[in-house]
């Protein structure tokens, strides 16, 4: 079983920043890609970003130049680095890690709220 724990998210001013964290602990085996997803209310949920085990990053277009994603390998952890937050940046972020057999885990979720 592999545990999720996602740290950061809290209230902040529109233009202002966060750093999301999220480590992964437990039976952790060939971990692919890791990554991000956020759900505002009454929307549905959405990808933000994604880094797989190589480097390779992807964004949603929302997001681009203002946000960066990383992770260290060593640590089983990932990073997402908010810049000019925005009040549609307002939502639960998810983390979530694939591993090479195509199973998926979640993180439990961190809120995001930005004022405007």
């Known amino acids: 079983q592999v545990q999720l724990v996602e740290s950061g998210g809290g209230l902040v001013q529109a233009g202002g920043s966060l750093r999301l964290s999220c480590a992964a602990s437990g039976s952790i085996f060939s971990i692919s890609t890791m990554g991000w997803y956020r759900q505002a209310p009454g929307k549905q949920r959405e990808l933000v970003a994604a880094?797989?085990?190589?480097?390779?990053?992807n964004y949603a277009d929302t997001v681009k130049g203002r946000f960066t994603i990383s992770r260290d390998n060593a640590k089983n952890t990932v990073y997402l680095q908010m810049n000019s937050l925005k009040f549609e940046d307002t939502a639960v972020y998810y983390c979530?890690?694939?591993?090479?057999?195509?199973?998926?885990?979640w993180g439990q979720g961190t809120q995001v709220t930005v004022s405007s």
């Open positions: 979530y890690l694939d591993q090479r057999s195509g199973f998926r885990y």
């Open positions: 880094i797989t085990s190589g480097g390779s990053t």
